[in-house]
């Protein structure tokens, strides 16, 4: 199975948003509402930002919202703040009960 | 609060079978909510997902591992563990250890909200 496909870097200004794409196929992103992101700070273990497409686990910033359209979809981080420096994984369940997750983008807040 | 940690050998030469254990606490493996999931990194590379295990001892696994994959659950001590075989230097990564949240349908995994702080395995000789 192929990795989701997202930007290797996206980079935005403190207080500004940025928008991290995530593109599968209608094998996974866009066959099923089971998309997901992660963040990942250097030498931690991921931790969960976004389920079921754009749910936020209990504790998780209302400045980041997820979204899906057709086989993409989309993180984005509003009001960026130095902390959100790090990288940033979308996953998603896909067709014969595997599970995917993308390529990675490294987020630098300039 | 749940807490998940992995242990076993951080050096393991060519050919030979890496062996991982993830240990549970704060919360029952028994649980028919979850899934228990092995999920590695290579340094400076992404997340790949090895494959996954339910209480009942159902197992699912990525299609390009399954061949070398074995996921096994203890439920008496709580425990999962991942052996991959025949092991080569691509295979050197950091290994997590995840609890996974089902859905339909059967088997979908729709996230990992849970994650053990991982340990890095080196394949050399």
């Known amino acids: 199975q192929s990795a989701l496909t997202q930007p290797a870097s996206v980079s935005g200004s403190p207080g500004q948003s940025i928008t991290i794409s995530c593109t599968g196929t209608?094998?996974?992103?866009?066959?099923?509402?089971?998309v997901s992101w992660y963040q990942q700070h250097p030498g931690k273990a991921p931790k969960l930002m976004i389920y079921?497409?754009?749910s936020r686990p209990s504790g998780v910033s209302n400045r980041f919202s997820g979204s899906k359209s057709g086989n993409t979809a989309s993180l984005t981080i509003s009001g960026l703040q130095a902390g959100d420096e790090a990288d940033y994984f979308c996953?998603?369940?896909?067709?014969?009960?595997?599970?995917?997750f993308g390529t990675g983008t490294k987020v630098t807040v300039l | 609060q749940l807490q998940m940690q992995e242990s076993g050998p951080g050096l393991v030469k060519p050919s030979e079978t890496l062996s991982l254990t993830c240990t549970v606490s704060?919360?029952?493996?028994?649980?028919?909510?979850?899934?228990w999931g092995w999920i590695r990194q290579p340094p400076g590379k992404g997340l790949e997902w090895i494959g996954s295990?339910?209480?009942?001892?159902?197992?699912y696994h990525n299609p390009s591992l399954k061949s070398r994959v074995t996921i096994s659950i203890d439920t008496s001590k709580n425990q999962m563990s991942l052996k991959l075989s025949s092991v080569t230097a691509a295979d050197t990564a950091v290994f997590y250890c995840?609890?996974?949240?089902?859905?339909?349908?059967?088997?979908?995994?729709?996230?990992?909200?849970?994650w053990g702080q991982g340990i890095l395995v080196t394949v050399s000789s």
């Open positions: 995840a609890r996974a949240h089902g859905g339909p349908p059967t088997g979908s995994h729709r996230l990992f909200d849970y």
């Open positions: 295990v339910y209480y009942s001892g159902s197992t």
């Open positions: 209608s094998s996974d992103v866009g066959g099923y509402d089971y």
């Open positions: 996953s998603s369940y896909t067709d014969s009960n595997s599970y995917v």
């Open positions: 079921d497409v754009n």
């Open positions: 704060g919360g029952s493996i028994s649980s028919s909510s979850y899934y």
